[in-house]
């Protein structure tokens, strides 16, 4: 954020030595005097970070203009290849700025964990080469397409370029592949193509997600225990579950060490734990698909049964997340705070649920038409039970619902939680497809704004990926 610029009215030359000034223009006279060049009375913006914690604490001087030795020997390539001392404050500055933009009005009372991983790879005291150039990239595109400054998205382009090599140069290290900087940046990569959208469709995205899990597995469940490493799983997660359900496909995310371990020690939140449900579901859609490649039906009544059971686990996280609404959330004094509509508890999750069982609906009428009768009759409660869920009037109810609740959640402040609702809007989208005229201009309308007012591009690929982007319909 933008900051004070300090109060003394002395020259720049005076404060740095801490004497009184004797304010003379253009050039002070005790500066002259001493022999020395007075630096002037011109004061620049500061950038300050602002994280969880609050403000943070500005340089002394921040504002001051930097000596002429300093700031006249640095051009603008040096300012984008990491010298050290002055140019490598403004990319601070430019980073903090970013940050204030994307990220600082995070809701104080949200089960959501996303903007964590950018907060401790924005504090982390040792950046390493490609956590900065990555963390420079997204900064500089973001604040280029906000501002409509070219001069800003060609260099972020070019630095991306330059972190996509780095990027592989150290997954082919045995010692950088498994730093934590190296999964941050990553992790900062995906953010990049959620802004740009760089493959104009969603191949790039999907390649960076799955590159990124490719990299937690590798690391293994047991290196993610660290706030950092968890904070990355954990934002992550979110996207894998989604490319899974796109590509009917099982993740290692849905095995038992990766649901347990990275949380060993500490509580697993109502996000988390609704995507363990996501990854079950890819898992049944990839089975099925297998079974039906070899013609089997062998495993069908089971599959049923794992259904029905995921719909009565968001059932019953549904009840916990209405009790979690209704208790006061306590300041850090103790005392009870109203809430503003941006700072409702699991706002976002939600969403995520009623999304979900959308999905979970579509996926088991598709496969209800694919079963036989007998095996409807002897297992008759447990179809009952599947119609019920899956009946198209509970359907449009939910969707309609949930069109509701992006639009409430698309006026929030916080610019992270904007492509969160790319998911749910898009599963609205299918849902509404026969609906009316009104219903259809009110969802496009949602993704314009996601895409173009936001500024993620990554909209504009899922809106023109289709019904491509959400199948979970079984051929």
């Not at 490719?214 to 290196?223: C, F, T, V």
């Amino acid at each position: 954020m933008v900051g004070i610029a300090g109060k003394s009215q002395g020259c720049n030359t005076c404060r740095r030595r801490k004497v009184r000034c004797d304010l003379a223009k253009p050039s002070c006279e005790r500066c002259s005097a001493s022999g020395r060049k007075c630096e002037g009375y011109e004061k620049y913006a500061v950038f300050i970070n602002r994280g969880p914690e609050g403000l943070k604490k500005r340089e002394r001087l921040e504002e001051a203009r930097l000596p002429a030795s300093v700031s006249e020997s640095g051009s603008e390539d040096a300012r984008l290849t990491f010298a050290p001392s002055s140019t490598q404050l403004n990319e601070t500055q430019l980073i903090s700025l970013f940050w204030e933009n994307y990220a600082a009005n995070a809701p104080r009372h949200s089960d959501s964990n996303e903007p964590v991983w950018l907060y401790h790879s924005i504090n982390s005291p040792a950046h390493s080469t490609i956590l900065r150039q990555s963390l420079v990239s997204v900064a500089l595109i973001r604040l280029g397409r906000l501002h409509d400054d070219q001069a800003l998205l060609v260099s972020g382009r070019q630095i991306y370029g330059q972190t996509l090599r780095m990027m592989q140069a150290a997954l082919n290290d045995s010692e950088l592949a498994y730093s934590d900087n190296t999964l941050v940046a990553a992790r900062c990569m995906v953010l990049y193509e959620s802004f740009e959208s760089t493959s104009g469709d969603m191949a790039a995205w999907q390649n960076h997600i799955m590159g990124i899990a490719r990299i937690i597995e590798l690391r293994g469940a047991h290196r993610h225990r660290s706030v950092v490493a968890r904070s990355v799983v954990e934002s992550i997660r979110y996207n894998v579950m989604i490319v899974c359900l796109m590509r009917r496909r099982s993740s290692f995310f849905g095995e038992p060490q990766w649901l347990a371990e990275p949380w060993a020690g500490t509580s697993k939140g109502c996000d988390q734990r609704l995507f363990d449900y996501g990854f079950s579901l890819g898992t049944l859609m990839h089975k099925v698909e297998t079974m039906q490649q070899q013609a089997r039906r062998d495993g069908m009544l089971e599959i049923l049964e794992q259904l029905r059971d995921g719909y009565l686990a968001l059932s019953y996280l549904n009840e916990e997340l209405l009790a979690l609404r209704e208790q006061p959330q306590q300041t850090a004094g103790g005392s009870s705070e109203k809430l503003g509509p941006d700072e409702t508890p699991f706002t976002f999750t939600f969403g995520f649920l009623i999304a979900l069982d959308l999905v979970f609906g579509s996926f088991t009428t598709a496969l209800l038409q694919k079963c036989n009768e007998p095996l409807s009759f002897v297992h008759q409660e447990l179809f009952d039970q599947l119609h019920r869920y899956a009946d198209p009037g509970r359907r449009l109810r939910l969707a309609r619902q949930l069109l509701r609740h992006v639009q409430f959640c698309c006026q929030t402040r916080a610019e992270y939680n904007r492509p969160r609702i790319i998911f749910p809007l898009n599963v609205v989208r299918w849902e509404l497809r026969n609906s009316s005229p009104e219903e259809k201009a009110q969802v496009n309308a949602l993704f314009e704004s996601v895409s173009s007012k936001s500024h993620f591009r990554i909209a504009d690929g899922v809106r023109n990926a289709g019904k491509s982007v959400l199948p979970p319909l079984v051929s």
